[in-house]
């Protein structure tokens, strides 16, 4: 498993019955976690006395309680600062079990020792981005919600990196490689962060389990000739580290040579020694 173990700012400090209490700078949150289906004692103090706690509905969905949060406050990893908030879903705006891709890329590129370009797809609110443009990539961000982009430029100001060489885009993921294929263009290194389910600007339907290898091939075509990376994360339940092995090893390695690989992220846990699992993640690069 890839471990995101050199967080400063956050850490999970417990998880039991379903829940992970977690330290997010100064701020204790417990919220909902399908993996933790072990149930044991909450001793940890934090479990009494979190900061906000989202309460998932038999329903679904689910809902905040705050006690004592602000609506906004700020996490460091390195160099980079992001901007949190707690929004629909449980949710942060930041997936910290990333950060052990975020330093896997950046040390992809500064291995490279040229100037290389990024793309990254379904890219939220920028780690990814921030991580690669850090190491001194220059990247393409491309997100379908306006929101998502805003809140990466935010991050970017807040690292310091607002005159980096980033280019923002609001757009449909495949709508853009596509155009990006006809218009001849590629890149040294391909992010991607694909949702399990979606919907398209007219109503196409995304299934990850149905559209993701057409989406790998696609993005393939885009890879320079002498690219350095290719990543690809996914939520997925059920979607095995090895499906990402398959994929990446008939796109991509089969045409271009080099090394895939892929595993489970996850992150620590203080209070137990245990890792908790964050999804998947498959990569290929130059040997």
């Known amino acids: 498993m890839w471990i995101a ?19 997010w700078g100064d701020y204790l949150l417990v919220r909902p976690d399908p993996q933790v289906i072990w149930n044991t004692k909450k001793e940890e103090k934090g479990w009494k006395k979190p900061n ?19 609506n906004q406050w700020s996490v460091n990893y390195r160099s980079l600062t992001f901007q949190l908030k707690p929004f629909s879903f449980k ?41 690669a443009a850090s190491a001194g990539a220059q990247v393409t961000h491309v997100d379908a919600s306006k929101g998502m982009v805003g809140w990466a430029k935010e991050n970017a100001a807040s690292s310091g990196l607002s005159d980096a060489p980033i280019r923002w885009l609001v757009d449909d993921c495949k709508k853009f490689v596509e155009r990006e294929i006809r218009r001849g263009n590629h890149y040294d290194g391909i992010i991607m962060d694909p949702p399990s389910y979606g919907r398209g600007p007219k109503g196409e339907i995304w299934k990850i389990e149905e559209s993701l290898h057409e989406f790998v091939s696609l993005c393939a075509k885009l890879l320079s000739d002498d690219a350095i990376f290719c990543l690809i994360n996914s939520y997925t339940t059920g ?37 908790l699992p964050c999804g998947a993640s498959g990569r290929w690069y130059r040997s």
Do not use: M
């Open 5 to 23: 173990d050199q967080w400063k700012d956050y850490e999970v400090i417990d998880c039991s019955g379903g829940e992970k209490l977690e330290r």
């Open 52 to 70: 906000a706690h989202y309460h998932r509905s038999a329903r679904g969905g689910g809902e905040w309680e705050f006690f004592n949060l602000p």
């Open 91 to 131: 949710h942060t705006g930041l997936f910290p079990e990333q950060a052990v891709n975020w330093d896997w890329c950046s040390a992809q590129i500064k291995k490279a020792n040229r100037p290389v370009k990024i793309l990254n797809l379904f890219a939220y609110t920028g780690g990814a981005t921030l991580a």
């Open 239 to 275: 979607l095995a580290p090895s499906v990402l092995t398959y994929l990446l090893s008939i796109e991509v390695a089969k045409k271009k040579g080099g090394t895939v690989e892929a595993s489970e992220i996850g992150l620590p846990v203080t209070s137990n020694g245990l890792v």
